[in-house]
């Protein structure tokens, strides 16, 4: 292997410069407020988990997480999001005290990743948590909280796609009988794939009425006439459950008035085991992925030894940057260019500005160069310089 | 701009019954779209744009969303596995992935190689037969590598047969049935849904045989 270049970085690590920081800083707090004025409280966990308890939890696939071994020899993963760590929180140390909790966080997830660019291995998700409510109150209030923490971001053009898996699962398991079934062709729906979909459904020994069925399964996108369609498509009582769940979910929607932005999917599987009940893909114009993914994940407690509802979403800032596009060119800084003997003069004109909040840089001209070069960074230049009065140069 | 959609197709052999397709479709095409050395066609009077992309690009330039749709081979999309949707069979430019080689030869027993320009198809292929082989990925002209000896055998496209006569080779086992699909952009099929539907819709009606069933 060739020696690296001092400027190399590992595959799908990206930094960030000034302009950059700014922007996605001012994007995160927008959200982060709004987030906190739904009475949601932010927390941290560590960087480093345990393989076998939160990497296993993790929706993320194995292959993506990044692995290394403690001095015990434990397998520890960097997080590979954060809805793992947050349950393994609530259910250790906050769910003792309250219920239902509201949880977010602000945090690097890290996801390794084989193919070319495009791709972080490293990025930055807002999210939040809703533990120990099994209403669909609460996936509604999670719908209605991003596209509320979206809005505030100045985001115009965004789209939600909401589906339900517990429908997905009964009635594919109504008319096929067994889970390894059920299983083989949510496979291909999670995989995008409707031509494979299809094909499958055709080669099945089913009579003609289910396979029709089967096939119509895939029309169930668009609006609220979508639940309807779904009521005629299902035959017991437990498909019909799920319906009942996205029915109250639209109404509860449009209690809020945010239908708007809302489409059902009920195609949609983000994953094949994770989520159990509502999940929602979030998509914006000019953006290729989706910016934010969420959904109810009743199980996930469980793994931590504590059996309640969970719902949540996460917003990945690379990606909401890149639908927000513009960065700020910020130039908002004030330049006092000072010489030795008015040293003092210039530390009190920079204290007396900054306590009214302009941002100041204190410079010792014999510091600089080039002077010309180093003041046309910046919005206002005075020059301190010498037995004059001060001379503010633009 | 944002009722202009964006079709990546491929150069080459799925090109010309691609865009027979679309026009079928009651697509208004100029004439000068097939034989336009451009890489990039404006139909202002349908807002598509289209890219011309190399086949086995396509998926990605979807998969990124520069492209809202795609067409693409089967092959294409085992061999990449892309993030995308398939959305509908085209049935267009049939042909199968073959095992081939030179007659009567087995795979070498020390140094099992196969050649082929679908390495990830060829792998899992072989793992699922329980057989362990060594993969040299090639970039065309595949037929070449059993008849100088660089492989025993080649996973390769084969559409009539032909190649493999004229080179002296022959088909071992057929792995999978390959036709053209078009795939969507997930993001394009949700903030585009109009458009894209009404073209799906059209599209199915002109497909011939495995077309959606009403």
Known sequence: MSSLFMFEKPLGMRDTLP????????????????????????????????????????????????????????????????????????????????????????????RAQQREGGRPAEFEQIGVEYIGDKTISADGEGIALMISSLKETGLKSFQLSIGHIGFVQTFFLQILGTKDRADALTKYLYEKNYVGYRQHVDKLSLSSIDKQRLHQFLKLRGG?????????????????????????????????????????DL???????????????????????PIGSGGRY????????????????????????????????????????????????????????????????????????????????????????????MEVVK | MSDILTIAMPKGRIFEEASDLLREA???????????????????????????????????????????????????????????????????????????????????????????????????YFREQGSQVEIIKLNGSIELAPIIGLSDRIVDIVSTGKTLVENGLIEYERIVDITSRLIVNPASYRMKDERISDLVERLNHVVKGNAITK
Request: charged content about 30%; hydrophobic content about 40%; aromatic content about 8%.
């Open chain 2, 26 to 124: 009651g697509f208004d095409l100029p004439p000068e779209f097939d034989d336009s050395r451009k890489l990039i066609i404006d139909v202002p009077e349908e807002s598509f744009r289209f890219i011309l992309a190399k086949p086995m690009d396509v998926p990605t330039y979807v998969e990124h969303g520069v492209a809202d749709l795609g067409i693409a081979g089967k092959d294409v999309m085992l061999e990449e596995e892309r993030d995308v949707y398939e959305l509908l069979d085209l049935n267009i430019s049939a042909c199968y992935l073959a095992v081939a080689g030179l007659p009567d030869t087995k795979l070498n027993e020390i140094a099992p190689r196969v050649a082929t320009k679908y390495p990830n198809v060829a792998a899992a």
């Open chain 1, 19 to 110: 302009e950059t920081y700014e922007t996605k800083n001012k994007v995160k707090r927008k959200m982060e407020t709004d987030i906190k004025k739904w009475g949601y409280q932010f927390i941290e966990t560590p960087t480093l988990e345990y393989y076998e308890t939160v990497g296993t939890a993790s929706a993320i696939l194995d292959q993506q997480l990044f692995k290394l071994l403690d001095q015990q020899g434990h397998t520890l993963v960097l997080r590979p999001d954060m809805t793992a760590p947050i349950a393994r929180v609530a259910a250790s140390k906050l769910l003792t005290e309250q219920l239902p909790l509201r949880l977010a966080y602000n945090a690097s997830v890290f």
């Open chain 1, 224 to 264: 609220k006439e979508v639940i309807q369609l779904a009521y005629d498509l299902i035959e017991n009582n437990k498909g019909k459950n799920a319906i009942d769940e996205l029915k109250q979910l639209w109404e509860i929607l449009e209690d809020y008035e945010e239908t708007g932005r809302v489409k059902l």
């Open chain 1, 267 to 289: 195609t949609l599987v983000s994953h094949m085991s994770y989520y159990t009940g509502i999940l929602y893909e979030v998509y914006a114009e000019g953006v290729g992925f």
């Open chain 1, 298 to 389: 009743d199980l996930l407690l469980e793994k931590f030894g504590k059996s309640t509802g969970a719902t949540g979403f996460a917003i990945r800032m690379d990606h909401l940057l890149e639908a927000l596009g513009e960065i700020e060119k910020t130039k908002d800084i004030h330049c006092i260019l000072f010489s030795g003997d008015r040293r003092k003069e210039a530390f009190e004109l920079a204290k007396e500005k900054r306590a009214s909040g302009i941002k100041v840089i204190t410079q010792d001209i014999n510091g600089v160069d080039n002077v010309d070069a180093c003041t046309k960074q910046y919005s206002e230049i005075s020059l301190l310089v010498g037995k004059a009065g």
